[in-house]
Structure formats: C-alpha cells, structure tokens
C-alpha cells in the first residue's frame, strides 16, 4: 500500500550546527515529501542476513566465527567485497590515506556537508560475524531503501568502513586528526606494522593529514552496533540509545609485603603480598558495586614475585580498570579503593602504590539531540528501547570530538562478543537499520 508519509507526524526535530562550537539547535517539527511504500521504510532482514553471510567467508574460522584482523589477506578480500557492494548501489568510492573505505551519495544540495554513518569490518583473532559488520551491513542496507524508494536526501550520504578498528581506532582517530607518527611503529594483530598496513589497503602513512575532517566537513556522524552485551536481550528491549561510550583508565597497583620460606615461617609473622592483594581485589568489586550507577572496576590482571610454590610471596603486580560515563564518578571511585588499600596495607603490613598508566580515554558523550532523534525514530517504528552507556570502544568515541554523533544498539544473543558464538538475530539487525534510516531522515530534514 503507497501511502503519503508525514514525518512531522512524530516528533522529530532538526538539528543545526552552531558555529564553529559545533553545538546543535532544536528546530521544530517538519513535513517530508517523499511518497514510499510501507515496507520501503523499513530494513529486510533477509537481505541483511545474506550480506552477513557472504562477508563471513574472509577469514572464516574453524568455531564459524571470522579472524578477519586488519590488514590480513582475509581483510583485503572482505574490503574488496564491501567496494563492489558500495559500487552496485551507485555510491562514489574512495579509500582516504587512512585506509577508510567511503563510499558517497550526493544529495540534492551537495554543498551542504554530508551525514557519516557506518562502523568496520575487520575483528579481533577468533573474533564473531556482527561486531562492526552489523553496522557496515546496515549501513549499506540504508542505501538500498533509499533507492528502493527513489528518495534524495538533500545533504550528501557517506557510508563508512574504518580501518583496524580493533586494532586502536586507527581509521577514526585518523579521521580526527589523532593518529601520530608513533603509532605507525606500532605492530598490529596481522604482523605489519600500521605503517605497512596502510600502504597494504591503499592508505599512505606519509600523507596521514590528508584523512582529517574539519567539523564542518561534516554535518553529523551515526553509528549502529551489537550491544556486546546482556542487557537489552535480559530486558527484552529492541534497541538501545546509546548516551555514550564510557571513560577508561587503568593503573598498575604495586603490594610490596616481604619474601620468606613458606615452610618455616608462622602464618602469623608473615607480611604476605598476595593475600593482601586478595583483599584489595575483594574490596575493588565490593566497593565498586556498592556505589550508586553504572561504573565498573576490574582486577584482570594478577602477577606475584618470586612465584615459587615455597616462597611467601613478598611482591604483586596488578591490575586496576575502571570505566563510567562520568569522568567524576570515575575519581570518586578512584579515591574509594584507594582509601581501602590504605586500610588493608595497614592491617597486613604491606605498602600499596597506584601508577596510573598513559592509556587513559576520556568518556564520550553522543549529542543530545541526536540522542532524542534516535529515540523518537524507534518510539515512531514500535521498538522498545532503552537509554544506556557503552562500556566497550567505539570509533564513534573518536568522531564525537569533531561532530554531533549517536550510536544505536541491538541486542546480542547472550552478551557474547569478540567470539564466534555471537550472535544478533537478523531480526534485530533490521530493526537497528530501520531505526537508523529513519534518523537519518530525521537528521536530512534541516
């Protein structure tokens, strides 16, 4: 049934970059022209599917997964495959020095700066068939319902693959005018340097500036992806609007007790660095989950000295994580652990120190506004839904220091990511695409 669609009809609003500070106006309600079947404004999942399928085979792996790591022959054959795949949808193609695959659809006001969206297709060893894939399949999904359609967009459309994602955000930090000399050095999952990976994908490390965007060369940026989590499938929600993706820091904590025979000395006299440790371990998951939100702290990492069965342990290395939307809460919970360390190297005769390591990411909120979009799309479409954070890594984390940006998630079948057992039913996948075509819409409409 062709029938007259009204945007208007629900509350979208247009947004408007504000300068050079990038902030975004609300704009009122707007009216779309486009006459489209019902169907038309929503994703197949089959189609989606059968392009999750045909991507799988560079790098299957024996689990049924894909290692499909950046810069390895599996993943010049899966970029050589997403290239026709952008090609057959009429998209203009180009590889930036960054190794970004970009393919672009002009807009009935071409001079206006284009709406990004996408994610990547490389993973990590042993890695799964949906995270980053999803949102290079929806994206090119996007694509083919606006042809389907025959609806023009007055800004231009840029459909996006970043390279080595998985690797440290190569291609978006690139993009955003962050990848340095040093990181070139760098070797990556494949065994070639970024330096040697770039040039292997049609990027040039020497002429790395040339992939910057300048905040105005974009007018916003979305991405869609797998949760990589529990929560929507627990709460059996469709989609998450995803507030942003959370701060990392990370220390190694030093336990320095003293080393001494394990045979002939009393469990009294002892000054044991791995019990106390144990303790403080104990005291980062109790003291983290007491605390009102959504932070979380993890001891993943745990190395005592000198390591002998008969030897009370006088020295441990280990590891502390904590991650939070709120930079401050981050300090907050910081300060608690650490005042805990102070207790228990007291009580066990211990000396605690913290060295906060040079790794830190500040958390990246997504815009507000877009946020609201995402939201109103999916309320629009008769998803459930939920607000949440990110507690993995995105490049979309990189792209909201230089443009509006939103993320949406869908569920993943168990929590399971970054293993071939994840899954994100073809379902879901659609519904994130169709939520995602309709922000993009909203977002065009300024």
């Given at each position: 049934?062709?029938?007259?669609?009204?945007?208007?009809?629900?509350?979208?609003?247009?947004?408007?970059?504000?300068?050079?500070?990038?902030?975004?106006?609300?704009?009122?309600?707007?009216?779309s022209n486009a006459t489209v079947a019902d169907d038309?404004?929503?994703?197949?999942?089959?189609?989606?599917?059968?392009?999750?399928?045909?991507?799988?085979?560079?790098?299957?792996?024996?689990?049924?997964?894909?290692?499909?790591?950046?810069?390895?022959?599996?993943?010049?054959?899966?970029?050589?495959?997403?290239?026709?795949?952008?090609?057959?949808?009429?998209?203009?193609?180009?590889?930036?020095?960054?190794?970004?695959?970009?393919?672009?659809?002009?807009?009935?006001?071409?001079?206006?700066?284009?709406?990004?969206?996408?994610?990547?297709?490389?993973?990590?060893?042993?890695?799964?068939?949906?995270?980053?894939?999803?949102?290079?399949?929806?994206?090119?999904?996007?694509?083919?319902?606006?042809?389907?359609?025959?609806?023009?967009?007055?800004?231009?459309?840029?459909?996006?693959?970043?390279?080595?994602e998985e690797g440290g955000l190569v291609g978006s930090?690139?993009?955003?005018?962050?990848?340095?000399?040093?990181?070139?050095?760098?070797?990556?999952?494949?065994?070639?340097?970024?330096?040697?990976?770039?040039?292997?994908?049609?990027?040039?490390?020497?002429?790395?500036?040339?992939?910057?965007?300048?905040?105005?060369?974009?007018?916003?940026?979305?991405?869609?992806?797998?949760?990589?989590?529990?929560?929507?499938?627990?709460?059996?929600?469709?989609?998450?609007?995803?507030?942003?993706?959370?701060?990392?820091?990370?220390?190694?904590?030093?336990?320095?007790?003293?080393?001494?025979?394990?045979?002939?000395?009393?469990?009294?006299?002892?000054?044991?660095?791995?019990?106390?440790?144990?303790?403080?371990?104990?005291?980062?998951?109790?003291?983290?989950?007491?605390?009102?939100?959504?932070?979380?702290?993890?001891?993943?990492?745990?190395?005592?000295?000198?390591?002998?069965?008969?030897?009370?342990?006088?020295?441990?290395?280990?590891?502390?994580?904590?991650?939070?939307?709120?930079?401050?809460?981050?300090?907050?919970?910081?300060?608690?652990?650490?005042?805990?360390?102070?207790?228990?190297?007291?009580?066990?005769?211990?000396s605690i120190s913290f060295t906060e390591l040079d790794?830190?990411?500040?958390?990246?909120?997504?815009?507000?506004?877009?946020?609201?979009?995402?939201?109103?799309?999916?309320?629009?479409?008769?998803?459930?839904?939920?607000?949440?954070?990110?507690?993995?890594?995105?490049?979309?984390?990189?792209?909201?220091?230089?443009?509006?940006?939103?993320?949406?998630?869908?569920?993943?079948?168990?929590?399971?990511?970054?293993?071939?057992?994840?899954?994100?039913?073809?379902?879901?996948?659609?519904?994130?695409?169709?939520?995602?075509?309709?922000?993009?819409?909203?977002?065009?409409?300024?």
């Amino acid at each position: 049934m062709i029938r007259q669609v009204f945007y208007s009809a629900f509350p979208y609003r247009g947004v408007i970059r504000n300068g050079a500070c990038g902030a975004l106006l609300l704009l009122g309600s707007f009216l779309s022209n486009a006459t489209v079947a019902d169907d038309m404004l929503r994703a197949d999942p089959d189609r989606m599917q059968s392009r999750i399928e045909a991507l799988r085979k560079f790098g299957t792996n024996p689990e049924g997964g894909v290692s499909r790591v950046a810069f390895s022959d599996a993943d010049l054959a899966g970029r050589a495959w997403l290239k026709e795949q952008m090609v057959s949808l009429g998209l203009e193609v180009k590889t930036d020095t960054a190794g970004n695959i970009i393919g672009r659809r002009a807009g009935s006001d071409d001079d206006l700066a284009p709406i990004l969206f996408g994610s990547h297709i490389d993973s990590v060893p042993g890695g799964g068939n949906y995270d980053g894939q999803v949102g290079v399949v929806g994206a090119l999904e996007v694509v083919e319902l606006l042809n389907e359609a025959g609806i023009t967009t007055k800004h231009p459309l840029e459909v996006v693959s970043f390279t080595d994602e998985e690797g440290g955000l190569v291609g978006s930090r690139a993009m955003i005018g962050k990848l340095t000399e040093d990181a070139m050095d760098v070797v990556s999952n494949s065994g070639f340097t970024i330096r040697e990976g770039l040039r292997r994908v049609g990027g040039d490390a020497s002429r790395i500036a040339e992939a910057a965007r300048t905040p105005d060369s974009l007018s916003a940026f979305l991405e869609l992806h797998i949760e990589q989590g529990g929560l929507l499938e627990q709460k059996q929600l469709q989609v998450g609007v995803v507030q942003g993706i959370v701060g990392i820091r990370w220390w190694d904590v030093t336990i320095e007790g003293v080393a001494n025979h394990g045979g002939t000395t009393p469990m009294r006299q002892r000054n044991d660095a791995l019990v106390a440790a144990s303790r403080l371990a104990i005291a980062v998951n109790t003291t983290a989950t007491e605390l009102e939100g959504r932070q979380v702290a993890t001891v993943g990492r745990i190395e005592a000295f000198p390591g002998a069965p008969n030897v009370v342990p006088g020295r441990v290395v280990m590891s502390l994580e904590i991650r939070d939307l709120d930079a401050d809460k981050m300090q907050q919970l910081f300060d608690l652990i650490q005042a805990q360390a102070v207790d228990i190297a007291q009580s066990a005769e211990v000396s605690i120190s913290f060295t906060e390591l040079d790794v830190a990411s500040p958390p990246a909120l997504t815009d507000t506004a877009i946020r609201d979009l995402i939201a109103e799309s999916t309320e629009a479409l008769g998803y459930s839904y939920q607000r949440m954070p990110s507690g993995a890594g995105h490049d979309a984390q990189d792209l909201a220091k230089i443009t509006p940006t939103g993320m949406i998630f869908v569920p993943s079948k168990g929590g399971i990511s970054h293993s071939p057992y994840e899954y994100t039913s073809p379902e879901d996948m659609a519904n994130g695409a169709s939520v995602l075509l309709h922000t993009i819409l909203a977002l065009d409409a300024q």
